[in-house]
């Protein structure tokens, strides 16, 4: 377990944390996801599947504290319109999962990648929806502007980040999705209902620093 409290962590904290618990590259072998979280086999046929993605959970240092921001996904998307979200998308053919991440983050919400600094990768996350997202966890210097693309974006949103590292604030919920029980992570801020994949992926970031 970290010695160091969330609310305790600064930016240089968190970089040294990070060299410690966080992958530097992607690990073909752990796989979080929502079969683990309900504590099932994972479904090889899923896996096979999949589509690759990848998402950035971009920690902004500010001064009064790191912070997290996340989005809230456009109303009328195919997929999770609606809900809270890391910026991400669907790995091109011809690119790295980093390289996806950082694009993400341009094109959604105009978060440029000078301000970003890569720190390390949690474990993949495999989704009910059929896909297996490579989360990328980044410091950002808070000097950007963001552009939010309207077609992707309703609004962003930043959220403390010794909140979601609490796991006092973690609340493991379960609803009928597709006729089957799942089980999820939720973690409410206020009016914000963060859950599903985004809560899941918060949980293993929690779970890699201060666990």
């Known amino acids: 377990m970290s010695a160091i409290s969330p609310r305790e962590l600064t930016p240089d904290g968190l970089r040294a944390l990070a060299r410690t618990r966080l992958r530097a590259e992607l690990s073909a072998e752990a796989l979080s996801g929502d079969h683990a979280i309900a504590g099932h086999e994972v479904d090889a046929q899923l896996i096979a599947a999949a589509r690759p993605a ?28 609606g809900q809270i979200a890391f910026p991400g998308g669907t790995i091109d053919r011809d690119e790295k999962p980093g390289e996806t991440a ?22 993949p996350y495999l989704t009910g929806t059929g896909y297996h997202v490579a989360p990328l966890v980044a410091l950002i210097d808070p000097g950007f502007a963001l552009r939010l693309s309207p077609g992707e974006v309703a609004e962003t949103f930043e959220t403390p980040f010794a909140f979601l590292m609490d796991e006092a604030n973690h609340r493991l919920e379960e609803r009928i999705w597709r006729g089957r029980p799942r089980k999820f992570y939720a973690m409410p801020y206020g009016e914000r209902y963060i859950w599903g994949i985004t809560a899941g992926i918060l949980r293993n970031l929690y779970e890699k620093l201060f666990t």
């Open 102 to 123: 950082l694009r993400e983050a341009r094109e959604e919400i105009g978060l440029e990648a000078r301000f970003i600094e890569p720190l390390g990768w949690l474990d």
């Open 54 to 81: 990848a998402v950035l959970a971009p920690i902004i240092a500010r001064a009064e504290g790191l912070t997290m921001l996340l989005t809230l996904r456009a109303a009328d998307l195919r997929n999770h319109s």
